[in-house]
């Protein structure tokens, strides 16, 4: 089953084998959505700030993740936000019991998949289409979170048509997606030099970018092959 459900400015495709599963990941949202707002009622800073933020205090969980994965990349919470909502949603699938969970908030992916599932590229004007990769069957969630500085409304200082981070911390998948966006520029070489970003952060699966007609890679990355990337199917507002 799968359903596009939008709260503000969160905008997901929820995916599961039971309507009960996408109604507790619809309550999730809400939930951290609400808690989430509260806490930057209180401090305005935490959403405009772009810098590490203060990691002492008695934080909300959705908060202490996004302030762990900013930090842990150099940058501002709000860089996990996406990737935290989709998170704390297939936990509270998992909790209930899935085995099959995919919640997508604008290309920051959680996922736990029991079966083979192929995800597409979507990489904007970059001649480089239809690619996509297999995420294998697996009994835990991990995160597949993307960065680009053509496509979306999100903030990147860098070049990258789609920087994607594969890490079992979806909160830091996503952190680490947006430094990864930020440190590409044009051309081959800065698609290679890219990488030294996320090279050693603790947690850290893979990363692929695609800048142009150029594609890299580093850590380990699913295999990649040719899909039909539907942009309708993307999710989007």
């Known amino acids: 089953m ?13 995916q599961a084998d039971s309507q009960s599963y996408i109604e507790l990941a619809r309550d999730s949202i809400r939930s951290n959505r609400r808690e989430l707002e509260s806490y930057i009622s209180y401090d305005p800073f935490f959403q405009s700030t772009l810098e590490p933020y203060d990691s002492k205090g008695d934080f909300p969980d959705v908060v202490r993740r996004m302030v ?33 969970a995919i919640v997508d908030n604008g290309g920051d992916i959680a996922i736990i998949n029991d079966r083979p599932v192929v995800m597409g590229i979507y990489a904007g004007t970059s001649p480089l289409k239809n690619l996509g990769f297999v995420m294998e069957p ?17 903030i990147s200082f860098g070049m990258a048509d789609a920087a994607v981070v594969f890490s079992d911390n979806v909160s830091l998948a996503d952190s680490a997606a947006t ?13 290679e030099v890219s990488f030294e970003v996320i090279k050693n952060v603790e947690g850290i699966k893979g990363a692929i970018v695609i800048q142009g007609e150029y594609m890299g890679f580093w850590g380990d990355v699913p295999d990649i092959q040719r899909a039909d990337v539907k942009y309708e199917c993307i999710t989007k507002g």
Do not use: Q, Y
């Open 179 to 191: 430094a990864l966006g930020n440190s590409t520029e044009i051309g081959r070489e800065a698609v």
């Open 68 to 100: 762990d994965a900013g930090n842990a990349m150099g940058i501002g919470p709000m860089s996990a936000v996406a990737g935290t909502i989709s998170a704390l949603a297939v936990e509270a699938m998992v909790d209930a019991g899935a085995r099959f």
């Open 138 to 154: 697996r009994d835990s969630i991990t995160g597949v979170c993307t960065s680009s500085g053509s496509v979306g409304p999100s």
């Open 2 to 14: 799968k359903e596009h459900f939008r709260l503000k400015e969160t905008i997901v495709t929820i």
